[in-house]
C-alpha cells in the first residue's frame, strides 16, 4: 500500500511564511505527477500546483509568484514552499501523487490526509 503524509502546517500572520512537505512511502516502484491541493472553509477542493518527475510544474493563479512546488525522487518527497501568505489561503492542504507500484502497471492516484494552514490578519 501507498501512504502520503503531509506535514508543516500551522499558523501563520499575513505576509508570513510556511513550508509543507509531503512523504510517500509503502508499495512505490515511480512516482510520476505530485500536487499539492487545499479546501478551505465552504469551499470545494482546489488545485494549487503541480509537478512533474522531470520538475515541470504548474500553479493556480491565486497562488503564482508566491509558491513554490518542488520534490525530492529519492526521498519521494513533495514541498511546497509558501510565501507572503494571505488570510484567503486558510485551508487544508493535501498531498497528491500518481503512484507506480510495478513496471507492468499504470499509477493510481493517492492522496494524503491534509495539514491544516490558517493565516491571520
Known amino acids: 500500500q501507498v501512504q502520503l503524509v503531509e506535514s508543516g502546517g500551522g499558523l501563520v500572520q499575513a505576509g508570513g511564511s510556511l513550508r509543507l512537505s509531503c512523504a510517500a512511502s509503502?508499495?512505490?516502484?515511480?512516482?510520476?505527477?505530485m500536487g499539492w491541493y487545499r479546501q478551505g472553509p465552504g469551499k470545494q477542493r482546489e488545485l494549487v500546483a503541480t509537478?512533474?518527475?522531470?520538475?515541470?510544474?504548474t500553479y493556480a493563479d491565486p497562488v503564482k509568484g508566491r509558491f513554490t512546488i518542488s520534490r525530492d525522487n529519492v526521498k519521494n518527497t513533495v514541498y511546497l514552499q509558501m510565501n507572503s501568505l494571505k488570510p484567503e489561503d486558510t485551508a487544508v492542504y493535501y498531498c497528491?501523487?500518481?503512484?507506480?507500484?510495478?513496471?507492468?502497471?499504470?499509477?493510481?492516484?493517492?492522496w494524503g490526509q491534509g495539514t491544516q494552514v490558517t493565516v491571520s490578519s
Open positions: 509537478i512533474t518527475r522531470g520538475d515541470s510544474t
Open positions: 497528491n501523487a500518481y503512484v507506480r507500484k510495478n513496471w507492468a502497471t499504470m499509477a493510481g492516484s493517492y
Open positions: 509503502g508499495t512505490i516502484f515511480r512516482i510520476d505527477d
